[in-house]
């Protein structure tokens, strides 16, 4: 029986034990002269039935799943000829691995043998046991689950407490699948930054002020050393965020005011819907307009008043970025203005302060918790954009503050480092993984810093 | 005992009948700080305000009763202008304050209100300090210019609030912190910290308990010494603890005005009568 057949007959088992359980409970209700006689609603007894049922089924299945390959693996081995064993692991593990493609329809490395043949059918016959033995298990489990429960089901039953502590099981379950994928993204980036670390040294990756990753391939290869040094890098990256968000954060902030203060109930119905429109125009499209209208517009400008503007400038991608992240500023500085009690409203204008005043000294600072947090939206997306980057500021890692200049971010960089043709274990390929874990830290902190402040200077008006 | 008196009154005076929606009364007081003639108020198409005209004489306190949905509340915000808040709503006649039409395209919002100060039924403190909360609205009007200008106008409002001996040592704590009356005594000191000339009341006591209760009253009692003083109460009780004429309202309309003691003693309208005595509301 496949897995998926498996499952759904779960459920279909579940669901049969939602109903017994509350039919039991409804017989017994009668019984006793009333649902109030039972301790829970008849619901809850069919729940736990139901969860009875598929749970421990559920977690059998689940533990098969686990050790399922290796058991077969372990039982096919040991089937194998004395000749075969005896080899080394290394040839022993092709073998396997060889028996298993064979096993599964796919190609296999060298020539096919006999005793290939024979190991993969038993292999074959194995899988088909394990299938059907795990079935049998969690039909059986799901069913005496099923039972135990049936017989347990007495108006005493607290059924409601039982069911709410594995919704809440099941509850702290789902808040904790972020917390461990954050752990695993942090534990995957940082093991092949430190493969990179054995090769280049921290400090002159975090503090080297020339990026020039290239390593050579052959020993008497023209141009042939790197420099890893991600400072002209990351300078590049806090440039353009900067400039976007001085652009993002007035206007965003400004034009929140303004719908959710001054712009009448229609206008505001349409004005806010098309705001967020611009958050969702693919970067790439954004990238065209950047480096097909703006960069030429800035060059051109800058031509007339002399000033020597290169085609590509972290002007051009940090403007485009900019408007492009309006909308995280805006749109949740507006919720939050809004959400600001009325009262507190008529409070300050009661006591004859002016729209502005009001703004300004009163709902601004109660709903600052949640401007910072579209302020920290927009600089994630600013520092984590790449597309624009690439087709408006260029790939050249200028150590420079001019924003007049081409520069690189640190995303451009990871980019076109994996895209790259060398091999995956040569520093090049691997300082994308020490960017992004430099990257990771420094956002980590961003967000550490701006919820300090928050903490610090929000107002509660609970 | 009460219901023999009531019935001694319904002997001696002839009630106006209950359908009869002219006002009942003397509107009009020797010395008026505020005089209402012919004040409609509209939501959109519903009206909520008929033709109510009344005085609000110097240092008195003049209560409003009714029950739910009368419009008082509405009437109170007209006085300050805070229904300009509320896109929908709209307001005909005459409100003079200080013998000025407050309703006159003239007249700006910001000084009326810092004039005709206004206490709501919620307290609601800025989130702010305590001494910000009386400090920012002398601010922003520029009454202050110094920090001991602002010391001292914070004392001495939150003094005349009654507040100050509670919350001298501990004025940099948010507002929102204080208990439910101290919030609304933090509100009354916000608001007569810019010397208004009219306070209005907007239900004050409604979210509090008896104690918290009987310091406001104890409070407006003594503010009346300064300022004129309009309270939306639905206790009666308070209304004839607290205030020296009484309004009373039903369905958009002003039915009698009297000193309380005449309202709450010898009402003159049925609508009044079967109000105070509890038949309804």
Known sequence: MSPFLLLLLLLVLSVAGYFIGQYKALNLARKAGGASRLHSLPVYYGMLTALWCCLPAFFMFLIWLGFEQTIVTGLMVADLPE??????????????????????GNIVSGEITPLMRQAAAHYVELQGIGKMITS????????????????????????????????????????????????GIVLSILYEAVRFFRQVPVTEFLFGLEWSPQMAIREDQVGSSGAFGAVPVFAGTILISAIAMLVAAPIGLMSAIFLSEYADKRLRAVAKPMLEILAGVPTVVYGFFAALVVAPMIRGSGAQIGIDVSSESALAAGLVMGVMIIPFVSSLSDDVINAVPQSLRDGAYSVGATRSETIRHVLVPAALPGIVGGLLLAVSRAIGETMIVVMAAGL??????????????????????????????????????????????????????????????????? | MQEVLKQNIVEKRI??????????????????????????VYYGDKQAIRNVSIDIGCNEVLAMIGPSGCGKSTFLRCLNRMNDTIDSC?????????GRDIYDPSVDVVPLRAQVGMVFQKPNPFPKSIYENVAWAPKIHGIVESKSDTDEIVESSLQKAGLWEEVKDRLDQPGTGLSGGQQQRLCIARAIAVSPEVILMDEPCSALDPIATAKIEDLIEELRAQYTIAIVTHSM??????????????LGDLIEVGTTETIFTKPSHQLTEDYITGRYG
């Open chain 1, 136 to 183: 049998v298990i969690v039909l059986v489990a799901s069913v005496a689950g099923m039972l135990t429960l049936h017989r347990h089901i007495r108006p005493e039953l607290r059924a409601r407490n039982h069911v709410e502590k594995v919704v809440m099981g099941l509850l702290v379950v789902c808040s904790t699948i972020a917390i461990f994928t954050t752990i």
């Open chain 2, 90 to 98: 709209r307001v005909t006649g005459e409100i003079l304050f200080d």
């Open chain 2, 15 to 40: 009630l106006a009948p209950r359908d009869s929606r002219k006002t009942i009364g003397n509107i009009n007081v020797p010395n008026p700080r505020m005089v209402c003639r012919n004040v409609n």
């Open chain 1, 396 to 462: 050249s890692a200028n150590l420079t503050a001019n924003p007049l200049q081409a520069v690189t971010t640190v995303t451009v960089q990871i980019v076109t480092l994996l895209v790259g043709d060398q091999e995956f274990d040569s520093p090049k390929t691997l300082a994308a993984f020490a960017l992004g874990l430099v990257l990771f830290i420094g956002t980590l902190f961003l967000n550490i810093i701006a919820l300090t402040v928050v903490r610090k200077y929000r107002e509660r008006y609970e």
């Open chain 2, 237 to 250: 009780q308070q209304a004839s603890r607290v205030s020296q004429r009484t309004a009373f309202f039903h």
């Open chain 1, 83 to 104: 000749t075969a064993r005896s080899l080394p692991p290394a040839r022993l593990n092709l073998l396997i691995k060889d028996i298993q493609s064979l096993a599964s």
